[in-house]
């Protein structure tokens, strides 16, 4: 592709606004050195359908931060190389979601995000305070970030904001700060995830950093539930939300599926616990008489949800008749067993932690343990490594209530 309506394409966001009209000329050079015109009429947003062997069309962007918390720079050697690469791509946000920290970007680059409204954007924000935001990520650009905000607000932006919270570092009145700053940004900054740092055993030569405890965890989320309550009433929302983590941590009990105000962050494990038991609900309300299933089945989960998956399971039973069902911890040795959360099992903790078992019909594991669109683990186990190993069928299954019946109702 050469140019669109004589404008030459730089990379998929010029692709998006460039191809937004009812007539555009496409220009394409082919490999015989032929230059071909298209002459295209189509609805005004309507996509041309063109994919791309490379989806930016463009490098991504590293980030150049050497964040105090960086969950990359706590991987061990000899995972594969693609797991060690860090974006910092707004263009990635834009796409994908990921979030970034804007530390890596020029003022032409932030216009264009302007100009093209590139919008919504995550936000890697940690903390407000610029001083405390350079010594964070270890860049001397990181203490621009509320003037960013500003103009994205100034230009009708809209913005997702996450806070990777830190004991002693950005908790407590930098947190305060933070999220009076954040809210007076609202409706442009529209919500704001807090969730815990994230440590595994691979921190030689990294800064020390205290895990949260029960008692940390409730002293944070105490602070984030006056601060909604306070927001609610000034804006009408509760702008900030606690990941499920902080909760499992603090023994807390876990929101309401209506308290989310539709999941802004559900993907940064922001009431994925809620949203997941309201949709086992409804799903089981749909079954009117029991279905008989000799079956046995394990799931397979993260320490985090253990106690939670166990509630989920006793509610299945209650549906099904002869029906097996065992709720299986994996406990992260890879990682270290402060990492808890199922995304991050590898194959091999799962293979370990499952060996004893014999005669199940299948193992049902969250599809969020696999690389997207794969059957790939973290350590490049594959699902069918580990049902050779096991000799018993593995069943991945998208983080959804309604999914996760559908298993049992067709009885796989």
Same mark, same amino acid.
């Given at each position: 592709?050469?140019?669109?309506?004589?404008?030459?394409?730089?990379?998929?966001?010029?692709?998006?606004?460039?191809?937004?009209?009812?007539?555009?000329?496409?220009?394409?050079?082919?490999?015989?050195?032929?230059?071909?015109?298209?002459?295209?009429?189509?609805?005004?947003?309507?996509?041309?359908?063109?994919?791309?062997?490379?989806?930016?069309?463009?490098?991504?962007?590293?980030?150049?931060?050497?964040?105090?918390?960086?969950?990359?720079?706590?991987?061990?050697?000899?995972?594969?190389? !693609?797991? *060690? @690469?860090?974006?910092?791509?707004?263009?990635?946000?834009?796409?994908?979601?990921?979030?970034?920290?804007? !530390?890596?970007?020029?003022?032409?680059?932030?216009?264009?995000?302007?100009?093209?409204?590139?919008?919504?954007?995550?936000?890697?924000?940690? !903390? !407000?305070?610029?001083?405390?935001?350079?010594?964070?990520?270890?860049?001397?650009?990181?203490?621009?970030?509320?003037?960013?905000?500003?103009?994205?607000?100034?230009?009708?932006?809209?913005?997702?904001?996450?806070?990777?919270?830190?004991?002693?570092?950005?908790?407590?009145?930098?947190?305060?700060?933070?999220?009076?700053?954040?809210?007076?940004?609202?409706?442009?900054?529209?919500?704001?995830?807090?969730?815990?740092?994230?440590?595994?055993? *691979?921190?030689?030569?990294?800064?020390?950093?205290?895990? @949260?405890?029960?008692?940390?965890?409730?002293?944070?989320?105490?602070?984030?539930?006056?601060?909604?309550?306070?927001?609610?009433?000034?804006?009408?929302?509760?702008?900030? @939300?606690?990941?499920?983590?902080?909760?499992?941590?603090?023994? *807390?009990?876990?929101?309401? *599926?209506?308290?989310?105000?539709?999941?802004?962050?559900?993907?940064?494990?922001?009431?994925?616990?809620?949203?997941?038991?309201?949709?086992?609900?409804?799903?089981?309300?749909?079954?009117?008489?029991?279905?008989?299933?000799?079956?046995?089945?394990?799931?397979?989960?993260?320490?985090?949800?253990?106690?939670?998956?166990?509630?989920?399971?006793?509610?299945?039973?209650?549906?099904?008749?002869?029906?097996?069902?065992?709720?299986?911890?994996?406990?992260?040795?890879?990682?270290?067993?402060?990492?808890?959360?199922?995304?991050?099992?590898?194959?091999?903790?799962?293979?370990?932690?499952?060996?004893?078992?014999?005669?199940?019909?299948?193992?049902?594991?969250?599809?969020?343990?696999?690389?997207?669109?794969?059957?790939?683990?973290?350590?490049?186990?594959?699902?069918?490594?580990?049902?050779?190993?096991?000799?018993?069928?593995?069943?991945?299954?998208?983080?959804?209530?309604?999914?996760?019946?559908?298993?049992?109702?067709?009885?796989?």
């Amino acid at each position: 592709m050469l140019s669109i309506n004589g404008n030459k394409v730089k990379d998929i966001i010029d692709y998006k606004f460039l191809i937004t009209d009812e007539y555009i000329e496409v220009e394409i050079e082919r490999k015989d050195g032929q230059v071909w015109v298209f002459e295209i009429e189509k609805e005004y947003d309507e996509d041309l359908g063109i994919e791309f062997t490379n989806p930016l069309i463009d490098k991504a962007k590293s980030c150049r931060n050497k964040c105090i918390f960086c969950f990359i720079d706590q991987l061990p050697k000899g995972m594969r190389e !693609t797991l *060690y @690469f860090k974006d910092d791509d707004s263009r990635l946000s834009f796409l994908q979601g990921n979030f970034i920290t804007f !530390t890596n970007m020029s003022d032409e680059e932030i216009e264009r995000i302007i100009k093209y409204r590139i919008s919504p954007i995550n936000v890697s924000v940690h !903390t !407000t305070n610029p001083d405390l935001r350079i010594r964070m990520l270890k860049n001397k650009n990181a203490g621009k970030i509320m003037t960013i905000l500003k103009r994205f607000k100034e230009a009708g932006l809209k913005v997702n904001c996450q806070i990777v919270l830190i004991k002693n570092v950005n908790d407590g009145i930098e947190l305060e700060r933070t999220l009076n700053d954040l809210s007076s940004l609202y409706p442009s900054v529209s919500s704001v995830a807090v969730v815990p740092v994230g440590l595994t055993k *691979y921190r030689e030569d990294l800064p020390k950093i205290d895990p @949260f405890n029960k008692e940390s965890a409730s002293k944070v989320l105490n602070q984030i539930i006056r601060k909604q309550n306070e927001l609610l009433k000034k804006i009408g929302t509760r702008f900030v @939300f606690a990941s499920d983590e902080f909760y499992v941590m603090a023994n *807390y009990p876990i929101p309401q *599926y209506h308290e989310y105000e539709g999941f802004p962050q559900i993907e940064n494990g922001v009431g994925l616990i809620s949203n997941f038991e309201y949709e086992v609900d409804k799903e089981l309300k749909n079954i009117n008489n029991t279905i008989d299933l000799k079956k046995s089945y394990i799931i397979a989960t993260g320490t985090l949800a253990y106690n939670f998956m166990l509630r989920i399971k006793d509610k299945i039973l209650s549906k099904f008749n002869n029906l097996k069902l065992e709720v299986i911890p994996i406990e992260n040795k890879f990682f270290g067993k402060l990492i808890t959360v199922s995304g991050l099992i590898t194959g091999q903790d799962l293979l370990n932690s499952l060996a004893k078992y014999k005669n199940i019909d299948g193992i049902i594991i969250p599809k969020n343990m696999l690389r997207k669109d794969t059957e790939v683990f973290l350590d490049d186990l594959t699902v069918s490594d580990i049902e050779n190993h096991l000799n018993i069928k593995i069943i991945p299954v998208e983080v959804s209530g309604k999914e996760l019946i559908n298993i049992f109702k067709r009885g796989e």
